[in-house]
């Protein structure tokens, strides 16, 4: 069974920098790659960034530049580095990750982790 999970979260000012972290147990990154989710209040989930099993990264226009993806193949742990945080960066972040059996790659069902809080205040 695969486990997700978020860490890193917390409160800054405007322009300040935050680096999350996504661990996950009985599934490698590596495989099929993993995306970082934003839940703003009042709006829907929506994808900040995502990366693929070859390492290649893309993001939200809106982070794009602010936001960098990284990752530790060794530790099976990828970051979300978040600089020049804004206000509207405020939500719980999610990384998520796909299902992987006999090689095959499954986007259906998602892997969720419960998320993060990052609170960003003038």
């Known amino acids: 069974q695969v486990q997700v999970e978020e860490s890193g979260g917390g409160s800054v000012q405007t322009g300040g920098s935050l680096k999350l972290s996504c661990a996950a147990s009985?599934?490698?990154?590596?495989?099929?790659?993993m995306d970082w989710y934003r839940q703003v209040p009042r709006k829907e989930r929506e994808l900040i960034s995502s990366i693929d099993y070859s390492g290649t990264i893309r993001y939200r226009d809106s982070v794009k530049g602010r936001f960098t993806v990284s990752q530790d193949v060794d530790k099976n742990m990828v970051f979300l580095q978040m600089n020049s945080l804004e206000i509207e960066d405020t939500g719980v972040y999610y990384c998520?990750?796909?299902?992987?059996?006999?090689?095959?790659?499954?986007?259906?069902?998602?892997?969720w982790g419960k998320g993060t809080q990052v609170t960003v205040s003038s």
């Open positions: 009985g599934y490698i990154f590596t495989n099929c790659g």
């Open positions: 998520a990750t796909p299902s992987y059996s006999g090689s095959v790659c499954s986007y259906d069902n998602l892997n």
